[in-house]
């Protein structure tokens, strides 16, 4: 089914992404998933064609274009099958930037992450808060010539690479919600700065998800967000919806790519004289993703034109993050049912999708984190 908010440009960018997709990144899933990271070239070519933030203004550097086009971006790597290349936190970054940072802020970082010199990360979870961001230990005390950045932090998409990492620290302990402050910190040349081991997870094992460390890190005074302290809940409760959209959007096309490979897969292969998908069992279950891929479909785009028009809020993104996150899995897992004893194969890409999915209901704020904040409203 087309997407409404689709039109005959996006169709011509879609064409562009997919193109760069399967020369630049699909052939390079192997590699990536050795090293546990993205090949930088990669960055600055996706940096070439604006796609790394094609939804930023062109004043900063960015394409100029809308949410609609970073959906595209991100339908076409789930299409593909890449959980690698983290542009999805990069964008996120580009946009605490956007719609937090100072004007200074803005012109100094959003042209070099556009292009691809710069690679940025967030840094929010700690070995003891994920989810409870009131709970981080990481402390930023200011001095005379900046901020002087102490503790540790896990589980940090990009990290490896990272040239920029915006971090959650406390700026005043005792100030609760209110002290809480987000910096933005350069890596390069930071002597407090140091990076840990590339983690080794049960999926998604091309992405460089690190641990990081901070033995009174410099940050200038000037690269706090927006330019003034205790502000960093407030941004992160704003911009966290942007997050959870973007991991309904990837949730979505990952189910239809599921749905479009198990039903390949059950049309050529034959059972008892029969391809599986003559069988009802098969039928049935497959009959049932579809109705469920396109129940997720229509929700999505209807998030996506919410985005477009300023209207998606913290309720209805934690809405998309959950629930597609949980039905991702749970199609993912029905599908390599239907594969059989090839689905337990990770040469088989539903059983690389079967692995790399399981993160989607923890990260960006667990699903049970997600459900609270939708009974809040109720």
């Not at 100030?175 to 140091?194: D, I, M, Q, Y």
């Amino acid at each position: 089914m087309t997407s409404p908010w689709m039109n005959e440009e996006l169709g011509a960018f879609r064409d562009a992404v997919r193109r760069f997709v399967a020369g630049e990144v699909t052939p390079r899933q192997e590699a990536w998933r050795e090293q546990r990271r993205v090949d930088r070239e990669v960055w600055r070519k996706a940096g070439e064609l604006g796609l790394l933030l094609a939804d930023i203004p062109e004043d900063y550097g960015g394409a100029g274009g809308g949410f609609a086009h970073m959906a595209v971006v991100f339908e076409e790597l789930s299409y593909a099958g890449d959980t690698a290349f983290g542009i999805h936190v990069h964008a996120i970054v580009a946009h605490y930037l956007l719609n937090q940072g100072t004007e200074e802020q803005k012109r100094k970082y959003l042209p070099r992450l556009a292009s691809g010199e710069m690679i940025a990360a967030i840094a929010m979870s700690e070995p003891g808060a994920g989810s409870d961001l009131k709970g981080i230990a990481t402390r930023a005390v200011r001095g005379a010539d900046g901020y002087r950045v102490s503790g540790s932090k896990t589980f940090i998409s990009n990290g490896y690479l990272a040239d920029l990492i915006l971090v959650v620290a406390k700026t005043d302990p005792q100030a609760g919600a209110r002290g809480v402050s987000l910096l933005l910190l350069e890596t390069k040349e930071n002597p407090g700065f140091r990076v840990g081991r590339i983690l080794e997870k049960v999926g998604q094992k091309g992405q460089d998800t690190c641990e990081l460390f901070f033995d009174e890190a410099h940050v200038p005074l000037e690269n706090i967000l927006g330019g003034e302290e205790g502000r960093g809940f407030a941004q992160l409760m704003t911009e966290l919806p942007y997050e959870r959209t973007i991991l309904g959007v990837c949730g979505v096309a990952a189910i239809e790519r599921a749905l479009q490979l198990t039903i390949d897969h059950t049309r050529a292969r034959r059972a008892f004289g029969q391809a599986l998908i003559e069988m009802q069992n098969t039928r049935f279950v497959l009959a049932e993703i579809k109705t469920e891929a396109t129940v997720a479909r229509i929700f999505i785009d209807r998030c996506i034109e919410d985005m477009l028009a300023g209207r998606m809020d913290t309720v209805r993104a934690s809405m998309a993050k959950y629930w597609i996150s949980d039905l991702q899995c749970k199609v993912v897992d029905q599908c390599l049912q239907l594969f059989g004893g090839y689905g337990y194969m990770l040469e088989y890409p539903i059983a690389q999708m079967y692995v790399d999915a399981r993160v989607q209901r923890i990260y960006g704020g667990a699903n049970e984190i997600m459900k609270e904040i939708i009974a809040r409203s109720l």
